[in-house]
């Protein structure tokens, strides 16, 4: 399985971005997928993460109301729609993916056996 990140760029506060994470391997259906973003010297933090059915979602605090995480099995893509951007959110972005096991705890790294490239977004003020 790989993960191919993408869709960063430099947004002015309040505006919107989405990123893509594109994943290969047959059995994409089965991944729970997160999002986590780290900025620069500060630990890499989870933002968003969306099981295999679809039909849960989980969000940070911070971004909630603001981030939406969604997933097309077809096209073996999940995304993250991110809107009212404000400069906190200036960070590399990851996806990740749990390709395996019964139990997943979204809010950790440590449960993500892939991991994508990062994208850069910068907020500006």
């Known amino acids: 399985v790989q993960l191919q990140a993408f869709g960063g760029g430099l947004v002015q506060a309040g505006g919107s971005l989405r990123l893509s994470c594109a994943a290969s391997?047959?059995?994409?259906?089965?991944?729970?997928m997160g999002w986590f973003r780290q900025a620069p010297g500060k630990e890499r933090e989870f933002v968003a993460a969306?099981?295999?059915?679809?039909?849960?979602?989980f969000y940070a605090d911070s971004v909630k109301g603001r981030f939406t995480v969604s997933g097309d099995n077809a096209n073996n893509t999940v995304y993250l729609q991110m809107n009212s951007l404000e400069p906190e959110d200036t960070a590399t972005y990851y996806c990740?993916?749990?390709?395996?096991?019964?139990?997943?705890?979204?809010?950790?790294?440590?449960?993500?056996?892939?991991w994508g490239q990062g994208t850069q977004v910068t907020v500006s003020s």
């Open positions: 391997g047959r059995t994409f259906s089965t991944y729970n």
């Open positions: 969306i099981a295999s059915s679809g039909l849960n979602t």
């Open positions: 990740a993916a749990r390709t395996s096991g019964m139990y997943w705890v979204p809010y950790y790294g440590a449960e993500y056996d892939v």
